[in-house]
């Protein structure tokens, strides 16, 4: 399979990139930054792993950078950048902040997706695996403006879903809760609140990896999963059946 991902710096978007390529697939990789992990990465799959420098937010760069490795030939679009908000009230959002995090989170895929879909419906079979929130589906996974663009995700997925399903495209969300990676790195680190509240709350008691998060998206991505069409499928630990 030839594999876009986005936000593949760090985190989930690593351990897609990682999971992909360990498998044998080739990945286009898509952040904002060079990470550590990434070079090391280039290293290692020098053959079938592609680094794009690029920002989701903007469409015309996108257009620019995306376009030229994906022409030939692309499988599997996974929509993994993104950014949290500082869990901030409405009365602590800004504009800004309000048109940043709808600008990463929800409108980013929109545009990726846009550039990517031509591409894509060129084959028989093609995936979508955008990633959501527990955020997606309720309250209190972030502020305002993340919980309203994890919102609006899961409708564009399920919309999407709707649109394509003749053509061959298989569109899902996976909605993660509590996965330890840089995004929320301070949380999860001992005495933290955040850290003790996942503890006590979610009903497996612990964190997640970014590797389980990779490994649902292979899965959702393989011809096993043909007829899930349109679904958000939590990895939350339970966080969503209290
Ligand atoms: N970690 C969690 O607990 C958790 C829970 C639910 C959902 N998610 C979602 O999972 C996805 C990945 O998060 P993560 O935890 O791996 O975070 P992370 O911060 O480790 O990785 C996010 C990556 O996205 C990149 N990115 C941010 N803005 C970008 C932009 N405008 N253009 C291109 N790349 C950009 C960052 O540079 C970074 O490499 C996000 O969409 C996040 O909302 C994470």
């Not at 990726?112 to 695996?129: D, G, H, P």
């Not at 993660?176 to 999860?188: L, S, Y």
Request: charged fraction near 20%; hydrophobic fraction near 40%.
């Amino acid at each position: 399979m030839h594999v876009a991902i986005t936000g593949v710096s760090s985190g989930i978007g690593l351990e897609q990139a990682r999971v992909f390529l360990e498998n044998g697939h080739v990945v286009f990789g898509l952040d904002l930054r060079e990470s550590m992990e990434i070079k090391e990465l280039m290293n290692e799959f020098s053959k079938s792993f592609t680094f794009i420098c690029g920002d989701v937010t903007k469409r015309k760069t996108l257009h620019e950078h995306l376009v030229p490795v994906i022409e030939k030939r692309l499988d599997v679009l996974c929509n993994t950048a993104g950014q949290l908000d500082g869990y901030q009230s409405l009365e602590e959002t800004t504009g800004e902040s309000w048109d940043h995090i709808l600008a990463v989170n929800l409108t980013g895929t929109f545009n990726v997706t846009s550039v990517c879909l031509k591409y894509l419906l060129q084959n028989k079979a093609s995936r979508i695996i955008n990633i959501t929130s527990i955020a997606g589906l309720t309250s209190g996974g972030g502020g305002i403006a993340y919980t309203s663009a994890k919102h609006g995700l899961v409708g564009f997925t399920k919309q999407l879903a709707h649109d394509y399903s003749t053509k061959g495209l298989r569109v899902n969300g996976i909605a993660p809760g509590a996965i330890a990676t840089p995004m929320n790195q301070k949380d999860f680190q001992e005495e933290r609140p955040l850290a003790k509240w996942v503890q006590e709350q979610v009903p497996t008691k612990r964190w997640a990896t970014a590797k389980e998060v990779a490994q649902l998206t292979y899965y959702l991505a393989s011809n096993s999963a043909d007829y899930i069409q349109g679904a958000i499928i939590p990895i939350d630990g339970g966080w969503l059946i209290k």
